[in-house]
């Protein structure tokens, strides 16, 4: 790799890559508590690749300074500043500067923020390791990060009942029914945890489970769900009849089909992984992470990603998975697991 290549993963080997490897690292222990714990953990959380280059090619490019520009030009709002960067890491630069120019900023302050977001960014590597399964509670915790709540928690609860419905309301652009109820349910809190909670969840996986086959469609699964893979169908019988997940990720011919379903569900999420033609492999999550892209680079070995590559897959020490990834900035063609449909 390029002396300038940069590995990105979850903080805790940071140290490791960069005296190792003697390359550039997204963050380590000693910035474990900057924004880039936020915008890893989105970029591992969310289902929508292009959103998940867009984040690495910010932080490649400049960190976090894009964000640090639109603060300070949108007078230190920082729900407005995240509402505008979220959208133009999704565009191309062209697209992100006219976006950029109709929220107000000049040419001037629109190149200065897109050279932190739309740079031509450098070599880059993402590291998607074992250990980060146990570790999914919490950096799904910062990813899915709750701005407005985080505010409302430390503001607008200290508040008197009216005037925190008027905060809501002006801020956010809260109806008076939303702002009355989120008031009311603030008040109820009596935690720091609780309140921690509820600004945001902490999504983590729940293992695997086999399928197989137990006729031309149905899979039968270990947990008892059953699954058809020609409609999609995940259902189990329990005790109030037919129940579903409340999502389920399929691994189709070229990507991933995602299904919410309707009806009785549960509050879990299944990733469905062919192992072969008779048999079929699970993950347990919670919804959140159905499909994500760290379901998609640890166990699907990047099937159905486009800038993401697989480059290298080893077992640690203590024979647990590793698997290295290079980006492909261009994005020109999808990896397709052939194994799975052989």
């Known amino acids: 790799s390029s002396e300038n290549a940069i590995i990105t993963s979850w903080w805790d080997f940071g140290h490791h890559f960069k005296s190792i490897a003697e390359r550039p690292v997204t963050f380590d222990g000693t910035t474990q508590t900057a924004p880039a714990a936020h915008w890893v953990g989105k970029l591992l959380m969310t289902s929508d690749e292009l959103q998940a280059m867009g984040i690495l090619r910010m932080l490649d490019c400049g960190q ?52 932190y977001t739309h740079c031509n960014p450098p070599e880059a590597y993402f590291i998607a390791s ?48 939303k702002a009355e109820n989120t008031y009311f349910e603030v008040q109820a809190i009596t935690s720091d945890s609780e309140a921690n909670s509820w600004v945001a969840p902490w999504p983590g996986y729940g293992g695997t489970v086999s399928c197989s086959k137990n006729n031309e469609e149905i899979y039968a699964c270990s947990n008892g769900f059953q699954i058809n893979l020609s409609n999609y169908d995940v259902f189990g019988i329990g005790q109030q009849g ?47 992470l159905v ?7 640890f166990y699907m070995q990047g099937h159905g990603l486009m800038y ?35």
């Open 64 to 115: 976090t300074k894009a964000y640090d520009e639109l603060y300070k030009i949108y007078d230190k709002n920082p729900h407005k500043s995240l509402k505008i960067l979220n959208e133009i890491i999704l565009l191309d630069r062209k697209k992100a500067g006219k976006r950029l120019a109709e929220n107000g900023l000049t040419q001037k302050q629109a190149d200065e923020v897109l050279s």
């Open 291 to 297: 499909g994500s892209m760290f379901t998609r680079m």
């Open 242 to 288: 037919i129940v579903s997940p409340r999502i389920a990720a399929f691994t189709t011919d070229d990507g991933l089909f995602r299904k919410e379903f309707n009806g009785t569900t549960i509050d879990i999420g299944v990733t469905i992984i062919p192992k072969n033609e008779n048999d079929l492999e699970v993950i347990m999550s919670s919804p959140q």
């Open 130 to 177: 074992e250990d980060m399964i146990g570790k999914s509670g919490v950096w799904s915790h910062f990813g899915s990060w709750n701005f407005e709540r985080a505010d409302i928690w430390q503001n607008a609860r200290k508040m008197p009942e009216e005037k925190a419905i008027d905060y809501m309301m002006k801020k956010f652009n809260y109806t008076m029914e």
């Open 308 to 342: 993401f590559k697989l480059f290298n897959h080893q077992r640690g020490l203590t024979g647990t998975d590793i698997y290295v990834y290079k980006v492909d900035w261009e994005g020109k063609n999808a990896t397709i697991v052939e194994e799975y449909f052989n």
